[in-house]
């Protein structure tokens, strides 16, 4: 019987026929997001048939990442990141992906989700600061009318982001590989260390577009797995969590896929060194809206994300030695 990489190397074989491998081989921008192409095992071919509907892969291979990047994002806008309807991560297309019943084990275990804070912020008068500090009285102010009013204008604001906020696939961790940044005393950089576990570039207050080099808020929203599966208890065919894909969003270079020995995803470690390299899980879970009891802390990150050219190397050397896959990473 083939194995699930076999197959997968077949279906890879047969929709790419070698234009990952000539991009993957030239080194230029785009290398590394083929590296990810080529390393996926868990395609199945009803998604590949959807992505290539969207893409045209096989009638107009891409020649370079710019022309692959437009083909890729129309898949992503009509079948991932949806406004009326369950994305593809969530339906049979992906059914062997899905890990609802692993998950269903530990349904009271807490879950989380660092959010960049000036999207919500974006749709309010109230400045970052003050949203934190609306954060800070719902969690601490001795008063309990004060808590309760806390409490009731964070629900509004989160509403209002609930409204705008589209039925994309939701990356998440467990809080007990994280918690440690939360012990007795709160680690002050808690935002920078984590967002470096779970490989969040994007959340870079050096980056273009924001106010460079100023300290960006983020909010870390924690919630139970519970939540999760009433989300999806209307249609028991959909699945409430699932193993990342690189077929789940916008192509990416912090994104690295798992050998299929391993049951989830692992986020690339940015912050962690040879000697003590370790990558936490990863998986994708069907939207919830938030509640003002989701927001477990604000902050801000101060400094750019670690460097991923330093992590990969030691990400992939960690999944051979974690999943006994010895070849995995390797590209003949």
């Not at 192409?37 to 868990?42: A, C, D, I, Q």
Request: charged share 25%; net charge negative.
């Amino acid at each position: 019987m083939a194995s699930t990489r076999q197959i997968s190397d077949d279906i890879r074989y047969r929709r790419f026929n070698g234009w990952l491998h000539n991009i993957y081989r030239s080194g230029k921008d785009g290398y590394i997001v083929a590296h990810n192409f080529l390393l996926e095992e868990r395609f199945t071919d009803q998604r590949l048939n959807s992505y290539d509907h969207y893409a045209n892969i096989s009638i107009t291979p891409p020649a370079e990442i710019k022309e692959w990047n437009k083909s890729h994002n129309r898949y992503v806008d009509d079948c991932i990141w949806t406004e009326n309807h369950p994305p593809e991560t969530f339906t049979d297309f992906n059914k062997d992906n899905f890990l609802s019943s692993q998950i269903q084990e530990g349904k009271d275990q807490w879950i989380v989700r660092l959010e960049g804070a000036m999207w919500p912020c974006s749709l309010i008068p109230e400045s970052e600061k003050e949203l934190e500090n609306l954060i800070v009285s719902y969690h601490t102010d001795p008063d309990k009318d004060e808590r309760v009013k806390a409490r009731s204008h964070l629900q509004e604001i989160i509403n209002k982001w609930n409204e705008i906020r589209d039925w994309r696939p939701s990356y998440a961790a467990f809080w007990g590989e994280i918690k440690d940044l939360f012990g007795s005393t709160i680690d002050p950089d808690w935002p920078d260390k984590l967002r470096d576990r779970l490989a969040l570039l994007h959340l870079d207050p050096t980056q273009k577009g924001i106010i460079q080099n100023s300290p960006l808020p983020v909010i870390l929203m924690r919630y139970s797995v519970e939540e999760v599966l009433e989300a999806t208890v209307f249609d028991r065919s959909m699945g409430s969590f699932a193993l990342p894909t690189v077929l789940d969003g916008e192509l990416s270079e912090a994104f690295c896929p798992s050998p299929s020995p391993l049951i989830e995803g692992r986020a690339v470690n940015l912050s962690s060194t040879i000697d003590n390299y370790n990558a936490i899980c990863e998986v994708l879970h069907y939207r919830i809206s938030y509640q003002a009891e989701h927001i477990f802390k604000f902050g801000w990150l101060k400094r750019p994300p670690g460097s991923l050219e330093s992590a990969r190397p030691l990400h992939l050397e960690w999944l051979r030695q974690k999943s006994g896959c010895n070849d995995f990473g390797i590209i003949p």
